[in-house]
């Protein structure tokens, strides 16, 4: 399969929308500084995304970019598709020369696993990517918690031990 940086930096970056947009209008400075991805590409994406209708630009003073459609609705199908890019693990592009001007053996192997990547990402929204991000998130924190007990535990008995 070919999903090249342009289609993850989509996905991406249209999460970090999704996960800071109740916040108002999400800006893609503060995206490319986040994600790590640059300013420029994230503004070509960006064009492409509202033309497809996914995201919507809000100008001026606070402007940025929020959702077009619903959280629920937006699949990481669509994302990939918006940007232009293909899903595609076949050698051909789908054109059946795999072999000169003939296709290969397996051509249709190739062609049914396209089929079924796109059903996998057309079944995934980014409401799921959104729940699943904040999922990981809190367990990290009460990780992290659970650690600062146990760290300050331990730092109190050393001190009590060595007071003694």
């Given amino acids: 399969m070919r999903l090249t940086t342009k289609g993850r930096f989509a996905v991406t970056a249209m ?7 109740e916040g108002g209008p999400v800006t893609l400075a503060g995206i490319s500084e986040r994600q790590s ?4 590409y994230l503004e070509q994406l960006f064009g492409k995304l509202r033309r497809a209708e996914l995201v919507d630009s809000v100008r001026g003073p606070g402007g940025g970019y929020t959702l077009a459609k619903q959280i629920s609705d937006i699949t990481v199908a669509d994302i990939i598709v918006a940007v232009d890019e293909p899903v595609d693990a076949t050698q051909c592009g789908g054109r059946e020369n795999c072999r000169g001007s003939q296709r290969c053996m397996t051509h249709d192997l190739w062609t049914n696993l396209n ?10 929204s980014l409401a ?8 990981k998130e809190q367990q990290a924190k009460e990780t992290s918690v659970v650690q600062d007990k146990r760290d300050s ?4 008995h050393a001190a009590v031990g060595s007071a003694l």
Wanted: proline letters at 0%; glycine letters at 0%.
């Fill in 128 to 135: 799921s990517l959104v729940e699943e991000q904040h999922t």
């Fill in 37 to 40: 991805i640059s300013l420029s």
């Fill in 153 to 156: 535990c331990s730092s109190s």
């Fill in 15 to 21: 999460l970090d929308l999704a996960m800071r947009e």
């Fill in 115 to 124: 089929v079924t990547i796109f059903d996998y990402l057309s079944k995934v």
